[in-house]
């Protein structure tokens, strides 16, 4: 089982350019994430696509964008990458827990390292 | 802002020891989950406890929750060298499906 997948897993950007990442799911989760991980501070939610064509923001979304291609696919884009957006950023999906319980419980990608000089 | 806080930062202990980590949140919680991550690696859930339980158990993890304290303490008994690795809080608030994490606990165990 792959899980989550993300490209690419490392990145060197200078201040200015624009890349995406890419994140796919094969567990026909509904819900997907873009988290982004500073030291200290834990994973900060940047977007989150609750279902197949709808995306909100999360803590801090300044500076990105995303798209929700289909039910398997969600990307991050960053138009002009700064310094301040160098992080290691983490794609997550979730379903319903067994036995319908409700609760969501994420399945994580292995992670994007980004550099912005 | 974190919602989760969690206590200590670090820890080291000798293989064969109890491991335990504390998370304290700020608003009304669906559920509490722990992640953990090792070195270079995505999260791994670990085990769930919902806002009206008070206690959990999975193998060797034991969770508990008080939501008059708003806090959450996991303990990992008999630890190993293996279990070395970042442990994450995530709190499911009321009103939003997305995870809110903390600012995790290195743990290290000594062989």
């Known amino acids: 089982n792959a899980g989550v997948t993300q490209t690419p897993k490392f990145q060197v950007l200078k201040t200015g350019q624009s890349m995406t990442l890419q994140c796919a799911q094969d567990m026909n989760h509904n819900s997907m994430y873009w988290y982004r991980q500073d030291p200290g501070m834990g994973l900060r939610l940047i977007y989150y696509s609750a279902s197949e064509g709808t995306t909100d923001k999360g803590e801090v979304p300044n500076g990105y964008n995303v798209s929700r291609l289909n039910k398997r696919e969600f990307s991050l884009r960053l138009e002009s990458a700064a310094p301040s957006q160098t992080s290691v950023y983490f794609c997550?999906?979730?379903?319903?827990?067994?036995?319908?319980?409700?609760?969501?419980?994420?399945?994580f990608g292995a992670g994007s390292r980004l550099t912005v000089l | 802002s974190q919602q989760g806080e969690e206590d200590p930062q670090a820890l080291s202990i000798q293989e064969g020891e109890n491991a335990t980590m504390n998370c304290s949140y700020k608003t009304s919680i669906n559920n509490l989950q722990w992640y953990r991550q090792n070195s270079g690696r995505g999260l791994v859930h670990l085990i769930l406890?919902?806002?009206?339980?008070r206690e959990k158990h999975s193998g060797r993890l034991r969770v508990t929750l008080d939501t008059s304290k708003k806090s959450s303490s996991l303990l990992i008994t008999a630890s190993r060298a293996a279990d070395t690795a970042s442990y994450f809080c995530a709190t499911e608030n009321t009103g939003r499906r997305a995870l809110t994490f903390g600012s995790g606990t290195r743990l290290q165990v000594q062989p």
């Open positions: 997550a999906s979730s379903g319903v827990t067994g036995g319908g319980s409700g609760a969501n419980v994420l399945t």
């Open positions: 406890i919902r806002s009206n339980e």
